[in-house]
């Protein structure tokens, strides 16, 4: 039984086994963007990237991570909408399995936090209401999404804004200097990361954001630091 997934940045995980060396957080905020909430029923492109955002906004700031994180699995194994998972037992084994792994990764304490799933289930609530329009389906919206509207955006967005909100909740503040050791940015991780993504590029912005140090490299043989 072939148990491997090729993702976005070319690596192999094996979902019987996945190792937290195998994750990669550009794989999950490429994967994340492109997958649309509610198996297509919404009229607006939504996605889980965005969806995972919402959540850090009604979250207190001890929890704001594991609310950006609460659904990464699904970068891997993709989204099931509620009604399937009881014909799917071993979906939740599977998630488990792959959250675990990215708990390990990402510094978060295992189980989630039941904070984080009231946000997860007020965004619901939110969703159906705001954005699908079911509004047969929600009684009462909870407090903590009152006045909060949903602007549904495309999937390129979805991936920037995604992207932009892990670097400030994980490292908050950026100093890039290039190779020479002479500063290229120090500030918000954010506005790091756009200042990187705008003038370099994708593959020399994830470099760098690790590294703290603008790579060498050089694009049809002209250096470009």
Not at 24 to 34: A, E, F, R, T
Not at 111 to 129: C, G, Q, S, T, W
Not at 206 to 220: D, K, L, N, R, V
Request: hydrophobic residues 40%; proline residues 6%; aromatic residues 14%.
């Amino acid at each position: 039984m072939n148990t491997i997934s090729r993702t976005y940045t070319g690596k192999n995980i094996d979902l019987a086994n996945p190792r937290a060396e195998d994750i990669d957080i550009v794989d999950i905020g490429m994967h994340l963007s492109q997958i649309n909430r509610y198996c297509g029923a919404c009229p607006f492109p939504y996605s889980v990237a965005q969806h995972s955002v919402m959540l850090t906004w009604i979250l207190p700031t001890p929890f704001k991570k594991w609310g950006l994180a609460h659904d990464w699995a699904e970068a891997y194994k993709g989204d099931k909408i509620k009604p399937a998972k009881p014909f799917c037992p071993g979906d939740v084994d599977l998630e488990e399995r792959i959250l675990k792994v990215i708990c390990e990764k990402f510094g978060l304490a295992w189980p989630e936090p039941p904070e984080v799933k009231a946000a997860d289930n007020a965004i619901y609530a939110l969703e159906k209401y705001d954005l699908l329009y079911w509004r047969d389906m929600v009684d009462d919206l909870p407090e903590s999404v009152l006045g909060l509207k949903i602007k549904p955006i495309e999937w390129w967005e979805a991936r920037e804004l995604f992207m932009e909100t892990y670097y400030d909740l994980w490292y908050e503040t950026r100093e890039i200097r290039y190779e020479d050791g002479s500063v290229f940015f120090s500030g918000r991780a954010s506005e790091a990361y756009r200042h990187l993504r705008d003038i370099y590029g994708q593959s020399v912005t994830f470099g760098a954001m690790s590294t703290e140090i603008i790579p060498f490299f050089t694009i049809q043989g002209i250096k470009a630091v």
